[in-house]
């Protein structure tokens, strides 16, 4: 197996040669086991323990087990203790997620101090069989049936490839102490079942069962690297993005088969879980949304919207008299000037003596009216939106400069008739949005 290991590390695992890891090790046999091929390869590593003080002095003993591996093998080594009862009534959570949140939050901390890139934990073949079959039993994608990674950005696992029984024999083979975890064999938790009932099963129907599976497992983490990259390619497509929208046509969207599918692959990244509302805002009036935690999927007309959650802004910014430049909430420019000069959807003049200062820099608020320039009549803002054509999101964005309670101007689009330039003007006040 040592030489299994060696070729398996050259092969597929080359950055845990080129600088230091940390080693999680339970003192469990596949551990103990890892930590012992690591040190014969010379490999540079610390070994870090968890006691989560769930076992009483069977607790302790897996500690001090792994404390004399430490300094058997000459390695450093890091060790904390949990009070994990405790971090199960404060999150409201189950063991063995408690013990999961617990222990990589604290492999963390010490990669950050020590300035260390790689955990390389034991997970082995009959784990990632094991996580095969409970996915399966919940219902799953093809990700979930594509196992344990090998790899992620700080995690390594470079005994996917060896199955219990290998990591079990070399360890009797060499005389290496272990401990044997007494909850392993609790056949109340799913894993455990499957593990000590279900799995023998399988193995005696056919002997090359884990082989095959392996090799299965391949043929599904490759299929699903090709669909990935189509996935990113269409996307990159049928998507457009501005001012931190992304857009995307909905008849796109229906163009592709099977489109729910599609629609979970493009947009599952953003925490949405209602694909069946999601798949109906593609038939929806406008203005229908589905929320995630973090983002909104907006209806319309003939496109979805996609924006990230803020809070809303109801915050008023004043501008003083003489006050030349705001930069918040966005930049505008203040100047008074002799004559109209250039105009644009950027700059409005109007009649200084007219307005009421401070003004103010504001959102939208229900009841808002004006009257637009070079109309008679009074319009409510949500009706100058409607006509606009304006989405949810834009309407959200929309900033108004306001002389007391009077709008003066929709920023970037319609100034007010009220404070337009006459005869009688004597001052002209420009704005700019810069």
């Known amino acids: 197996m040592l030489e299994n290991f060696r070729n398996h590390i050259d092969l597929h695992f080359p950055h845990l040669k080129e600088g230091k890891f940390i080693l999680a090790c339970s003192g469990g046999v596949d551990s103990v086991v890892l930590a012992h091929l690591c040190n014969s390869y010379r490999l540079d590593f610390s070994i870090a323990h968890c006691n989560f003080k769930l076992r009483g002095e069977e607790s302790d003993k897996d500690e001090e087990l792994v404390r004399d591996l430490a300094e058997n093998l000459g390695k450093e080594i890091f060790v904390t203790t949990f009070d994990t009862h405790g971090y199960m009534a404060q ?9 999961r949140e617990l222990r990589y939050n604290w492999f963390s901390q010490i990669m ?17 069989l094991e996580t095969f079959l409970i996915n399966l039993s919940r219902g799953t994608g093809i990700e979930g049936l594509t196992g344990i990674p090998s790899h992620t950005d700080t995690i390594s696992r470079p005994l996917l490839q060896f199955s219990r029984s290998e990591i079990k024999r070399y360890a009797e083979v060499n005389a290496i102490r272990w401990r044997e975890d007494a909850s392993n064999e609790n056949t109340k938790y799913l894993r455990n079942n499957i593990r000590h009932n279900i799995i023998p099963k399988l193995k005696e129907l056919n002997p090359y069962f884990l082989e095959n599976f392996l ?25 457009s993005k501005e001012d931190g929208i992304e857009k995307v046509n909905v008849d796109s969207l229906l163009a592709l088969n099977p489109t729910k599918a599609y629609l979970f692959h493009f947009l599952r990244e953003y925490g949405f879980t209602q694909w ?23 209806k319309d007309r003939d496109f979805l919207l996609l924006k990230p959650k803020v809070l809303k802004n109801t915050e008023v910014f004043n501008i003083d008299d003489g006050q030349e430049a705001v930069l918040e909430p966005i930049s505008l420019k ?10 644009s959807s950027k700059i409005i003049y109007v009649d200084k003596e007219t307005l009421k200062y401070p003004l103010t820099v504001r959102k939208c608020q229900k009841g808002d009216y004006f009257y637009p320039l070079g109309m008679s009549g009074r319009k409510k803002i949500s009706k100058y939106f409607k006509d606009e054509k304006m989405d949810v999101f834009a309407k959200e964005n929309q900033w108004l400069v306001c002389s007391g309670n009077n709008i003066v101007w929709i ?21 700019t949005l810069e």
Request: proline share 0%.
């Open 411 to 431: 920023i970037g689009k319609r100034a007010d008739e009220r404070y337009k330039i006459t005869d009688r003007t004597k001052e002209i006040l420009k704005i």
């Open 276 to 298: 069946d509302d999601i798949y109906g805002l593609l038939s929806a009036n406008s203005g229908k949304e589905v929320h995630s935690n973090t983002h909104r999927l907006l």
């Open 215 to 239: 090799k299965t497992q391949e043929y599904l983490r490759q299929t699903l690297e090709i669909s990935n990259q189509q996935i990113v390619q269409l996307r990159k497509q049928l998507f």
């Open 91 to 99: 999150h409201k959570t189950n063991l063995q997620i408690a013990a």
């Open 334 to 343: 203040f100047s008074t000037v002799k004559a109209i000069g250039e105009t």
């Open 112 to 128: 950050a101090i020590h300035n260390i890139k790689t955990l390389v934990t034991a997970h082995h073949a009959d784990d990632s």
